[in-house]
């Protein structure tokens, strides 16, 4: 299959069904938030964390074992381990909306979640995301119509968002990739929180210090094609490798890299059954660049911040190191 990529990157939402919603505070004391991306129903997700220093919600229920294959929800957070509260208030939505695995008298929302730490970087250490700010960022991305561009930046879980060890302003990123070929048009994007202890990788340049060593990166990669869960988690881990290409250091003891994957299953990724196996290995590539792509596009969309804490100054490098 042919790969292209757009001139602006893209974004997840280019995935058909993908919604992404976010809810943030900034100023008196709050620096965080929380994105959701929304998947349309019956979306199998899996995921691999390689951080020695997580902060994850349900992601054993994404091990291709267990009994339930389908997301409803993936949620992204500032708030470290508290802000994973978020995910019951997303949880709610999906409730209320219907959304879940079924069960005798309702449904139970299955809505991973993962948390970036920025505790106290407005100033206010217990300023953080809470269920209700999960609710208020489900319900954007349900709002938002369909292909919708996202925000970036300093929005959602990369409002508090910090790279190189705390020094510079990391952000919201996001990008797409497609892939075509007879009879089949796959597309792969990816929705990056930036908030590593690496800066981006250049030949040459050492790894920063490792700070106060409280630092992740997370993402979700979305795809249409028509993925088992085993090929989803398979997917997470090869595109680990677009988070190394983007950062140095990352997957250290001291952070939580995290990386989701959702596949839609709209598209059959091969339109024979002859290389099934070389059309997997090029949209594991694909999700990887996406990875890259992401990462570099929430460092480049970053502003500058000020709190009583500290000010984190926009990070510029040439492109080609990004």
């Not at 938002?144 to 020094?167: C, K, Q």
Request: charged share 15%.
């Amino acid at each position: 299959m042919a790969r292209t990529e757009s001139p602006t990157t893209g974004a997840i939402t280019d995935v058909p069904g993908i919604r992404v919603g976010h809810a943030h505070r900034i100023g008196h004391g709050w620096l965080t938030g929380v994105s959701v991306v929304l998947p349309p129903p019956g979306t199998i997700g899996s995921v691999d964390v390689r951080g020695g220093g997580p902060g994850t919600h349900e992601t054993d229920a994404l091990d291709p074992t267990t009994l339930v294959s389908t997301v409803d929800a993936v949620v992204l957070t500032g708030g470290s381990a508290y802000g994973l509260a978020t995910a019951a208030g997303v949880q709610r939505w999906c409730e209320e909306n219907g959304r879940g695995f079924p069960v005798p008298g309702g449904v139970v929302p299955i809505v991973p979640a993962a948390a970036i730490f920025d505790l106290g970087r407005g100033g206010d250490f217990s300023a953080r995301p809470d269920a209700d700010m999960g609710y208020q960022a489900a319900l954007a991305a349900a709002n938002s119509s369909e292909g919708a561009d996202v925000d970036r930046g300093n929005v959602g879980a990369g409002a508090g968002a910090a790279i190189g060890a705390g020094t510079f302003k990391g952000g919201v990123g996001t990008a797409s990739v497609q892939l075509s070929g007879e009879n089949v048009h796959i597309v792969v994007g990816a929705l990056a929180v930036v908030n590593a202890a690496g800066l981006p990788w250049q030949p040459g340049r050492a790894a920063p210090a490792a700070g106060e060593g409280l630092n992740t990166t997370l993402v979700v990669v979305a795809t249409n094609a028509q993925l088992t869960v085993a090929q989803a988690k398979r997917t997470s881990t090869a595109a680990h490798a677009g988070m190394a290409r983007a950062l140095n250091p990352v997957h250290t003891m001291a952070d939580g890299d995290t990386i989701f994957t959702l596949a839609t299953g709209a598209q059959t990724l091969i339109s024979s059954v002859e290389l099934p196996i070389a059309a997997m290995i090029e949209l594991q590539s694909a999700a990887a660049e996406a990875v890259r792509l992401a990462i570099g596009d929430g460092i480049a969309q970053a502003t500058q911040v000020t709190t009583p804490v500290q000010t984190w100054p926009e990070f510029r490098a040439p492109q080609e190191s990004i």
